[in-house]
């Protein structure tokens, strides 16, 4: 079974800067892809950025401020997010997904506000 923890989130100022962490524990392929996605209340949840190996991808709104990477020998995804903005405040998940799995962390609010 795979469980994911996401932290990281707090309030910023628009401007700042934020990384999220999302460690991932149980039987994790370390070569499957995980992604970033994010929701706000009344809205659906939205994909953020995924990352596959070396390649990265990303969502039109965070491209050139958001940084995906991941660290396979700690089993652990971060979100490098800068130059945020207000319309960046959300619940930010955590996915792993495989043919037969489709796993989600609790998230972590990210506030930007001034």
Not at 13 to 25: K, T, Y
Not at 26 to 52: C, F, H, L
Request: glycine residues 10%.
């Amino acid at each position: 079974q795979v469980q994911l923890v996401e932290s990281g989130g707090g309030l910023v100022q628009p401007g700042g800067s934020l990384r999220l962490s999302c460690v991932a524990s149980g039987s994790i392929s370390r070569t499957n892809p995980m992604a970033w996605y994010r929701q706000t209340p009344g809205k659906e949840r939205e994909w953020v950025a995924s990352i596959d190996g070396a390649s990265t991808h990303y969502a039109d709104s965070v491209k050139g401020r958001f940084t995906i990477s991941r660290d396979t020998a700690k089993n652990t995804m971060y979100l490098q997010m800068n130059n945020l903005k207000f319309e960046d405040t959300a619940v930010y998940y955590c996915n792993y997904a495989t043919w037969n799995m489709n796993v989600w962390g609790k998230g972590t609010l990210v506030t930007v506000s001034s």
